[in-house]
């Protein structure tokens, strides 16, 4: 039985060196599935193949490509700029924090640096130092990565669990609250006695350009439409209503079809599946049982400190954690 613990162990440190060896997130997790089911299925690896081919993987990689697709359109048209000047008219402090916040809702390379890039101007005029821009425009972009759809470990999670994005965001939310109410307090103490001021150039017509994010929160969670269909409606509507160039549409397109993050998604649900037909969650739960909570905890929280990527503790801690007795054991006590 403890043959495929010592195996994972492995896999998971194959990981590690591999990432700090700056390989690819997707050829390590590729590296660590083989080195993991190979040794502990022969040839059924291919059955696992073919049963990962599914709905579900249809779903997660269209959901993704669909998410970068809009992320890239709406960086590429007029609404970002026009929603920053609005939120300096209503003051700089608030502009500060929802900047960071509203660029977060689109989850991209290198997106901190684009924010970092939108907001300086406001950052300086408050006289914050490199440090001060830093923690404001990191921490306030990622409030959301624990609740917001369009994020990778958020679809990653939900279809390495098999429960749908409310289901998720019922368990998750106070996180994502803790994290902005902690948020501003810390930037409430920082910037005493500055950024007082506001745009009184602009006015509030630029948050108009809110309205795709409020859409497809609407279509997830009342009308309750899959992902990928609420985004192709909100991407379809943003191209009539910014009148969208097809040489951005193209580009938009070109950076979503990623092949090294579709990949890792396709990978990850395969390895989810192998984790399944060795029973290796339900080895752990019998060896772990005494320590189980701690085990819950370190797991995914060593994953990502080693990696320095959300991608990696979804992908290898999720399915392990939270399959078998774990799995309603964490939903009501950990997430």
Known sequence: ????????????????VLVLKRVSVALAILASFLLYSIP?????????????LN???????????????FANIYRETKAAGELVES?????????AVSIPAIIGLLPMPAGAYI????????????????????????????????????????????????????????????????????????FTVITRGRGNWRNSNSGLRGLLHTWPFILLAILLLVASIPLYIALAIVIAISILVYRVPRGILVKAVKRALDPSLITLIVISLMYGKAIEKTRLAEILVTLLSNWGFIAMLTIPLLIVFATGFEFTYVALGFRLSLDARLYGFMVSHCI
Do not use: C
Not at 1 to 16: D, G, K, R, W
Not at 88 to 93: D, F, L, P, S, T
């Open 1 to 16: 039985m403890l043959i495929q613990v010592y195996l994972f162990i492995v896999s998971v440190l194959v990981v590690v």
């Open 115 to 186: 924010s970092a890039t939108m907001i300086d101007p406001v950052y300086t005029k408050m006289k914050l130092d490199p440090y001060e821009k830093t923690f404001t425009n990191y921490w306030f972009r990622h409030i959301w990565i624990t609740i917001w759809p369009l994020y990778q470990t958020i679809i990653i999670a939900s279809a390495l669990l098999g429960i749908s994005y409310t289901e998720l965001l019922e368990k998750t939310w106070p996180i994502a609250l803790a994290s902005l109410l902690s948020g501003i307090v810390v």
């Open 87 to 95: 939120l300096e008219y209503i003051g700089a402090k608030t502009a």
């Open 40 to 52: 502990l299925l022969g040839f059924g690896v291919v059955d696992v193949v073919l049963e990962s």
């Open 55 to 69: 709905y579900t993987m249809f779903n997660t990689v269209a959901s993704l490509v669909s998410a970068m697709i």
